[in-house]
């Protein structure tokens, strides 16, 4: 069953399994993707005594925005804020946050930002102070985000408005090289992109990442704290696909100085970008690790 829960900006629908008095674990989604992107962990957890929550990223349905006028920002300061208010909506305290892609970029912000609600992160496929690239790339890195670059042109603009399905099963199958995903689990996923909110938030995304537009007015000051790339005050454990081919996993080597607390790197080999529906068991065991006696 979905469920909504109403803050400043957003009506954010979730869904809800396990013990409702069991230790809360809340688990985000990246892009392009949805919350059953977790159906081979949340059985796990329930099993382990559990209570989990899985909301839907802006942009999907049936998550949707309150007013019209609001700017459909995809900045990581808007995702983490959403985050945030997500944890505080429902009075959340000592929870776990399990971020995939953008979902860990989500939990990165409240992480270094929000710490006192939450117990620990688990980030997957999404290394720290990347959100804001300031070096210089190398061209394989540049090559992998071509389609962030892509929404700087008027064809871009059209394929993530007109074919989207199109654009996102090509990267599902480009991110993840030895993965063979079914129609039904893409179009399960694709389903929830099917409205007004989901290309401009999508194309937002990567214009403001690199610079092109500003982010939104109500989360000037969030960016002003982010771009410092803010130290991470939580236990953390972060797991990275060897066979990435969207975020490489140079995009997660050498971030122990931002980790205030415990800080572990894992790199799984063979693994691809969509790590909680290509190794679900060590999702788990990292939740597990991180939650000792889960009190």
């Not at 990435?244 to 140079?250: E, G, H, K, M, T």
Request: net charge negative.
């Amino acid at each position: 069953m979905v469920n909504f829960i109403q803050t400043e900006f957003l009506n954010i629908a979730y869904e809800e399994f396990g013990h409702p008095t069991g230790r809360a674990v809340v688990l985000i989604h990246g892009w392009p993707d949805h919350p059953h992107c977790w159906d081979k962990v949340t059985p796990k957890l329930c099993e382990l005594g559990y209570r989990i929550l899985t909301p839907y990223l802006r942009g999907c349905s049936p998550t949707t925005f309150r007013d019209k006028s609001t700017l459909r920002s995809g900045a990581i300061a808007a995702i983490g804020q959403d985050l945030a208010d997500f944890i505080n909506g429902l009075n959340l305290s000592n929870v776990l946050v399990v971020g995939h892609d953008w979902g860990a970029r989500a939990g990165y912000v409240v992480a270094a930002l929000f710490s006192n609600k939450i117990s620990g992160l688990v980030a997957l496929s999404a290394g720290y102070a990347t959100s804001k690239p300031i070096h210089e790339l190398p061209f394989d890195l540049m090559k992998a985000y071509w389609y962030e670059w892509l929404v700087t042109t008027k064809q871009g603009h059209l394929a993530f408005e007109n074919n989207r399905r199109q654009l996102c099963r090509y990267l599902w199958k480009d991110w993840s090289p030895g993965w063979k995903f079914t129609d039904e689990e893409f179009e399960t996923a694709a389903a929830s992109w099917d409205n007004d909110d989901w290309a401009p938030i999508s194309i937002h995304a990567y214009l403001q990442r690199w610079g092109e537009v500003p982010g939104a007015a109500e989360n000037e000051e969030l960016e002003r704290q982010l771009r410092q790339n803010p130290p991470i005050r939580v236990p953390t454990m972060m797991l990275h696909g060897e066979k990435d081919a969207d975020n490489l996993i140079v995009t997660s080597e050498s971030k122990d100085c931002y980790f205030l607390d415990r800080y572990e790197r894992k790199v799984l080999p063979g693994v691809g970008h969509f790590l909680p529906r290509e190794a679900p068991e060590q999702v788990v065991d990292a939740i597990q690790q991180l939650t000792p006696g889960k009190s």
